[in-house]
């Protein structure tokens, strides 16, 4: 079974051959980091923009990489929720065309889905079910894998996602956008004990997440010790951020595999590429005997590889849709019922 599959819902515009689920055969992302920097953060506008310069060339690289051609696909997997509308809207309309022209079946793919599927890429011997934590800038779920194309979410964020923080801090800390990845590095050279960081619990449900204190108590500590004209260790703020936000999403994962009987755990979304994330994951996991499944750091971020798998998955199930396909800016995990299934 061949699958091309094309993402576009925040920065990326992606496309990726996969060949019987997991056989990825060619990876293309153009990512737009660069220009987004210079304002902080992803302009929405610029973003569709880049989408539509850069979509018919990712597409055709992605093909020529794969040594395939449109007529070898069984089908154009594409995501259609959750992202910015307007990044959205040009990989849908895109794939809806391609698949009207060249005759191919179309088929809709939620994106945490996506993240999910990036670890039967990695780890094909991985089957449902499992428990699942998905981190990324845009999304902080606890999800039940009940099956390749059903999920049940257990936890959620109720305010920032753990990417958010993650980038929201370092940006107090004076670190370019995306800034987790620059926390990563500063946290290499930390004490992770320098600093006290609230960990804030939910209440109404235990496997909820809540960022935005952690966050806050972050800004409000750098412009205390600015006001007060005391230096901070960045390095140690750092560590202490990220040592804060792995044990949070940790501590919440374990708690709910062990209480709904789980023993196989998977980590997907941009912020599984966190070294303390993967740390504490993996130590945890060891001692409770659990087996832990996490892509490897060149899948962990936004990808159409894997958007390719879980489409191939969602095609093989009967999930399919037309030209009314349209895209979505929220849309749950759970109400992920796409047109025509
Ligand atoms: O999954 P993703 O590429 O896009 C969304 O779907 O949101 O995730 C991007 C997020 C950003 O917040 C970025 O800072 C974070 O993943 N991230 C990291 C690391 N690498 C990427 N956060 C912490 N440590 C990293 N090493
Ligand atoms: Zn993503």
């Known amino acids: 079974m061949l699958i ?69 696909l069984d ?16 990989g849908v309309n895109f794939a809806k065309g391609l698949a009207i022209a060249a005759g191919k079946s179309l088929v809709p793919v939620h994106h945490i889905s996506g993240h999910i599927a990036a670890n039967y890429i990695a780890h094909p011997e991985l089957k449902p079910p ?7 800038g845009g999304h902080s779920h606890i999800v039940e894998v009940l099956s390749y194309t059903q999920f049940r979410v257990v936890g959620r964020t109720r305010d920032d996602a753990a990417g958010e923080c993650f980038d929201k801090c370092a940006r107090a800390m004076g670190f370019p956008y995306p800034g987790g990845v620059h926390i990563d590095q500063a946290a290499q050279n930390g004490d992770k004990t320098a600093f006290a960081l609230p960990k804030p619990k939910v209440a109404g449900n235990e496997y909820d997440f809540s960022f935005s204190g952690l966050k806050t108590a972050v800004i409000n500590l750098i412009h205390n010790s600015k006001q007060k004209s005391v230096d901070i260790n960045y390095n140690d ?72 798998c879980a489409g191939s998955y969602n095609f093989e199930s009967g999930i399919r849709a037309g030209a009314e396909l349209n895209a979505y800016a929220t849309m749950s995990l759970e109400e992920n019922i796409p047109p025509n299934a």
Request: net charge negative; charged share 15%; aromatic share 4%.
């Open 4 to 72: 091309l599959g094309i993402e576009s819902s925040c920065d990326e515009t992606a496309a990726s051959v996969v060949k019987d689920h997991t056989q990825v055969l060619s990876n293309v992302i153009s990512s737009q980091v660069e220009e987004h920097k210079l304002y902080g953060g992803v302009v929405p506008e610029i973003a569709s923009r880049r989408h539509c310069e850069n979509i018919l060339p990712v597409v055709q690289k992605a093909l020529a990489d794969a040594a395939v051609t449109l007529n070898d």
């Open 130 to 136: 499992y428990l699942c934590l998905v981190v990324s």
């Open 237 to 308: 703020l750092a560590a202490c951020v990220q040592n804060t936000i792995s044990e949070i999403v940790t501590e919440h994962t374990m708690n709910a595999a062990i209480a709904l009987g789980y023993d196989k755990i998977a980590v997907a979304g941009g912020v599984s590429a966190n070294s303390g994330v993967r740390k504490a994951m993996a130590d945890m996991c060891a001692k409770k005997g659990f087996s832990l499944y996490i892509p490897p750091l060149s899948l962990c971020g936004d990808n159409a590889a894997m958007i390719a």
């Open 75 to 90: 089908a154009i997997a594409v995501t259609y929720a959750p992202g910015l509308i307007g990044a959205l809207l040009v």
